[in-house]
């Protein structure tokens, strides 16, 4: 008699983005000349860099080829790429991480969400609220307990060290979705309060790349201590276009440990190899190859021209809101603006936009109950859509 | 105080396949000029189909400009490429397969592994032995209690009923590492079973292109009752040689169910979907561009020629080691041929082949205890490399 894991019987029926996709269509079914602006979903909108698909051209003629096909390569991903991610992600940045560190994957969301396997289902898990759902789920499919850490006006979205006691910690800087970050000495705060507790921080630092301001860490191992206690995971998705190419990165130093029920630290980076040379057979050859061409001259040019369209898109968000008067938080050092709603309900926030101006944002309510009143705008539509949108508010 | 998953710690800690390699290299150190013939490793040797590499191209293309450039695609793969799998797969054999029960994903070995996720850990899991080991290793991390049914000579290499309750079972035919088959009708008896006792059977067909007899199913739905009670994971690894493109997919049907805690069947499908939506992105697009051509009238040509090559090389290996009097099984409508060690210690005899003959196997032993006096060996090297290697032993 087969029986199902019930702590799927707890989750929430319905993801945010179904239900946004939803409204949109059912609104688009009755107007179906609307114009709308899409600023809701994260999804990117320029095309690769050009390094990337010459990269990929070469590599799939390699495949074409018995001298120079390429078979399984290893689970944490070839060396030409992660020594790359070594050199360029971290030793540029005065942070020391070597290649054995270093899991390339199919995706943050992969990772973020696999990351559950080698942790017991014991741990108490803070996340901050609002959350990107997928922190949240994953914990709640392995049946752990949940405590949310608020993020709002009033704390001027800097989470504050729980009070009570949690054992693993959520933190994402950039913030999806507020789009706000923590300084250098903010996030030092968390480390120590980890390094003293033991407590594991599984730090997203997807938005990175967007980062605009000196005080504002990369990378959270520019902090002392972090190696001990966290783990890192990065993504080439929003920085060099990658959602529908697929391919990024998870950090698990040498040094990290969780304690086992033999009472002792046990290394996290030799549990998540295990976990990835079983359940993962590695990212494409040829993904792999566009993005090592990230690194290249011609790469960096590319993916920083990439990030400073949408950062001026995320400006014109922020500053067009800004002079209308409205509460706007992020968008700075991230392609989201964090919009407060004139009333509180962001739902109803969201249906007036749609269905009065025509845009789309994401309701601040679907990513957790300090949410609730704010709306998630993103910078990934063209610039003149965007200024269009502001236009219309 | 963060907490790991102490399932780890009762894993064996090596993998097979690194203890290979590991022997191997141990080996070629000494006798740097030693000419290796590798028929361990069950990876592919010819290049990707022509069809696929001009997918590629295109889509590659695609993705260079911004009016063609995908993003996220659906976390449970494209339309264009589960539509060719119902038509193709399944409808061209009588199986009627919708596409909404078809999830692609980046590999066989990803999906077998992350199944796990929506069971509960109290089900018992049956699997054969010798087994592929990501079988066991996946739901040990989970916690969960192992029967092993084994496959030997005696019993035909056909596991028998368990005769303790068991509810989930691993099959996986043409079978990996033995690589003989079981009948319609002996298929018929486990898919009885399984409807009458509520088990749900997870039926891997990732050799499923390798079959040649009449009389073997190439998909455990052809069974009357099968979807009711089955899950069916297949893969483009082996036959058009994605092993380092990663493409595969997996069968979820709609009457599939396991039982909840609320004492009633749940649907499946449903969970992996939302497993999937949570902790997936989807396939790289010019990954599925890649699989859709092996759909076209040339892509199915192509990929048969590579079958082809490779049976022609199992029958090789099969005949040449029963010509010279060694008991054999498999390799009729598998690349794989079990092999029956004159002595009983398979690691024994690998290190004999590997010194002596310079071939490298891979030992039963690693599958499994009923493994233990057996060798796999693959058909996936060239003909002239598989011919030399028959001719030296």
Redesign the interface.
């Known amino acids: ?6 702590n ?2 707890t ?1 929430k029926p319905s ?1 945010l983005f179904t239900e946004v996709a939803k409204r949109v269509s059912s609104y688009l079914e009755k107007n179906p000349s609307a114009n709308i602006i899409r600023m809701g ?1 994260g ?6 860099p ?1 390094a990337c ?1 010459e990269a ?2 070469k590599a ?2 390699e ?4 001298e120079t ?5 290893p689970e944490q991903g070839y060396d030409f790429l992660r020594e790359k991610i070594s050199v360029f992600d971290y030793k540029a940045h005065g942070v020391d991480i070597a290649a054995d560190e270093i899991f390339v994957s ?2 943050a ?2 990772d973020v ?2 990351i559950v ?7 108490v898990i803070a996340v901050t609220d609002p959350v990107y ?2 922190y949240v ?2 914990n709640i ?1 392995a049946g752990r307990k949940i405590v949310y850490l608020p993020m709002n006006a009033e704390n001027n979205f800097v989470p504050q060290i729980p009070d009570c006691k949690v ?2 910690v959520y933190l994402c800087f950039p913030n999806n979705p507020t789009g706000t970050v923590l300084t250098t000495e903010q996030l030092k705060i968390w480390v120590d309060y980890a390094l003293q ?4 921080i599984l730090f997203d630092a997807a938005y990175e790349a967007f980062i605009t301001e000196k005080n504002v860490p990369h990378s959270i191992y520019e902090i002392d201590g972090a190696k001990q206690c966290a783990i890192e995971f990065r993504s080439y998705s929003k920085t060099a ?1 990658f ?4 391919c990024s990165y998870t950090i698990v130093p040498q040094e990290c440990t ?5 009472g002792k630290p ?1 290394n ?1 980076n030799a ?1 998540w190899k ?2 990835q ?11 792999q190859r566009a993005a090592e061409a990230i690194y290249s001259q011609e790469g960096k040019q590319q993916v920083s021209d990439i990030i400073c369209y949408y950062l001026q898109n995320a400006n014109i968000i922020r500053n067009g809101l800004l002079s209308k008067g409205f509460e706007v938080y992020g968008g700075i050092n991230s392609p989201y603006i964090w919009l407060k709603c004139p009333e509180k309900d962001s739902w109803a926030f969201f249906d007036y936009l749609l269905t009065e101006k025509n845009i789309v944002a994401t309701p601040g309510a679907g990513f957790g109950p300090s949410g609730e009143g704010f709306l998630r705008l993103t910078a990934f539509n063209t610039t003149e859509k965007t200024q269009e949108a502001i236009n219309r508010i």
């Open positions: 008699m087969a029986y199902i894991n019930d799927f019987s989750l993801y979903i999804d990117v909108t320029l095309p690769l050009k698909i990929m051209h799939v003629d495949m074409s080829v018995r096909f390429r078979g399984y390569g199919d995706g969301k992969s969400g696999n396997d080698i942790l017991g289902d014991n741990n759902p997928v789920d994953t499919m054992d693993v507790n033991n407590v594991l276009g959602t529908g190419t697929r969780a304690l086992g029920n033999d046990h996290l549990l295990r976990r040379c079983t359940k993962f057979n590695g990212t494409p050859y040829i993904i």
